[in-house]
């Protein structure tokens, strides 16, 4: 079966440039069927319409309210019928009524190793930490932020000449291999979201697995 995916964006896009090209590849038995901004000048929406994606732009700012926000929103994805709602850098905080109307739907990508550094500027936190490893994680979405049971992690060392572009950098790639690894896991069903957590088989996974860094 492939699944059918709606992307949400507000920024660069290289995360959903990675899921289509794993779609495309067929590593990923997926195909996204909607990408959703809700930033119109999103570089994300440019590289969708150059690859032939439908796009669609909801902006955020002509909304008085969050809530109104999430119900154009969620009408938007109701039209698709994704399977999953796929977060790629989509930078608004969703209000907990969309969060559990999508539940177990709801895929978002964050650039730490959670539950280390949830909320923004995780690699400057982890450069003043002195940390000596980082990463990122995909985990499903639930009302509390970042928090979300976690489907798949990657590593990468920080290095003692890191700045916070280099960091940046190194994660980002990690998260192109990342993301369409984790969504393959989620579609096939080999992870799925129950009873608030994430289970493999009948296996709760209370650590998600950890891919290792590859480059160096
Ligand atoms: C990524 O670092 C992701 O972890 C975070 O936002 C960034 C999105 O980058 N949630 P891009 O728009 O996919 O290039």
């Known amino acids: 079966m492939t699944a059918r995916l709606a992307v949400l964006v507000s920024g660069r896009g290289s995360n959903l440039d990675a899921i289509l090209d794993a779609c495309a590849a067929g590593t990923l038995p997926a195909r996204v069927t909607t990408v959703i901004s809700d930033r119109p000048g999103a570089k994300a929406l440019a590289r969708a319409a150059a690859r032939g994606q439908p796009t669609i732009t909801i902006e955020a700012r002509a909304f008085s309210e969050r809530a109104l926000f999430d119900a154009a929103l969620d009408a938007e994805l109701s039209r698709h019928s994704p399977d999953f709602v796929v977060l790629a850098g989509f930078m608004r905080i969703l209000s907990d009524g969309f969060v559990k109307r999508w539940l177990g739907k709801l895929v978002n990508i964050h650039p730490s190793l ?29 009302p509390a932020l970042d928090a979300g049971p976690a489907v798949l992690q990657v590593e990468v060392p920080v290095r003692p000449n890191d700045t916070e572009q280099l ?26 979201f129950r009873d608030g957590a994430a289970y493999c088989g009948d296996a709760r996974l209370a650590r998600p697995e950890r891919l290792p860094h590859l480059h160096s």
């Open 114 to 142: 959670l539950p280390a550094y949830p909320g923004l500027h995780t690699h400057r936190r982890a450069l003043a930490d002195r940390a000596t490893v980082h990463g990122a994680t995909v985990h499903f979405v639930t």
């Open 167 to 192: 960091l940046a950098a190194r994660v980002l790639n990690a998260e192109h291999r990342l993301y369409p690894e984790a969504l393959r896991r989620i579609v096939t069903g080999q992870v799925a």
